[in-house]
């Protein structure tokens, strides 16, 4: 599988990852301008985007920068002076491990849009949906209440019906932010129905959206959206999903460079206790100072 289509399968899947482009390689390297990596947030490296000792820095600054949801242009430099062009906004690293040459890789994280679940087949439904999609949300109409952890906010436009079951599953799902269209009334009927918690009312709008007074389908939609872009951006509301913290790291015994712990980290064990190199070739001296058992 190319790193095209392994692209396409996780953004189809809703998985957050980083794609790694290498866009400046300066001699003595082994990878070469072009060469791309996907990394994932448990520090997997699909690709190729340098050597092991590359391989460290880049896995590091790609988890934060699948953490902060920030493009990065990392600069990877060899210990020592070494002319390389500036350039503006990049991230540098000196590498103690490499043995010459340097890297410039762009970094790419790339985070599944909010997904709004809409509820109901009303003419509201119908102008939200639209306007969803125009903002840039995924959108799902369905009026089902399964497979909603992954779901950022839940919209009730069905002006009946099972509403109450609906906000309930939403609470209990995590989603961030419930949305009922209905009149402060009937809003206040169906929310006796559900007895939230008071933290659990937080997480639910009725009446749904801004007050701008709107009348329309189209403007309700405006309403809503707009309430739900303040809620994301204000950070009341996750989009989606993150790591919440970097992988774990440990200090390679031999070069004292900090290596990020991921299924393809080279290590060795030693009386029971792991230790974690940036490459074979600290590996290799270490096991070879203490003796190998």
Known sequence: MTVGERVKQLMSRRTPFVHATVVRAQQPTSAHAGDEAILLSDGTIEGFVGGQCAQNSVRRAALGALQGGESVLLRVLPDGDLHFPEAAGASVVVNPCLSGGALEIFLEPQIPSPLVRICGSAPIAQA???????????????????????????????????????????????????????????????????????????????????????????????????????????????????????????????????????????????????????CTGCRDAYLSAIGSP
């Not at 009922?180 to 939230?196: C, N």
């Not at 996750?238 to 990020?260: F, I, K, N, S, Y």
């Open 128 to 278: 939200l949906s639209q306007m969803c999609e125009l903002v840039g949300f995924e959108v799902e109409q369905s009026d089902s209440d399964d497979a909603l952890t992954d779901t950022t906010a839940v919209v009730i436009a069905s002006h009946g019906g099972a509403e109450a079951a609906m906000i309930r599953s939403a609470l209990n799902a995590g989603v961030g932010y419930i949305g009922l269209v209905a009149s402060r009334v009937r809003g206040a009927s169906v929310l006796s129905e559900v007895a939230p918690t008071t933290a659990e009312r937080l997480r639910i709008h009725t009446p749904v959206g801004l007050d701008i007074g709107a009348k329309t389908s189209a403007e309700i939609a405006v309403s809503i959206v707009a309430e739900l872009i303040a809620a994301i951006r204000g950070g009341g509301v996750v989009a989606v999903p993150r790591p919440t913290a970097l992988a774990r790291e440990a200090v390679d015994p031999v070069c004292g460079m900090t290596v990020t712990i991921g299924p393809d980290t080279v290590h060795a064990v030693r009386d029971d206790v792991d230790h974690w190199f940036c």
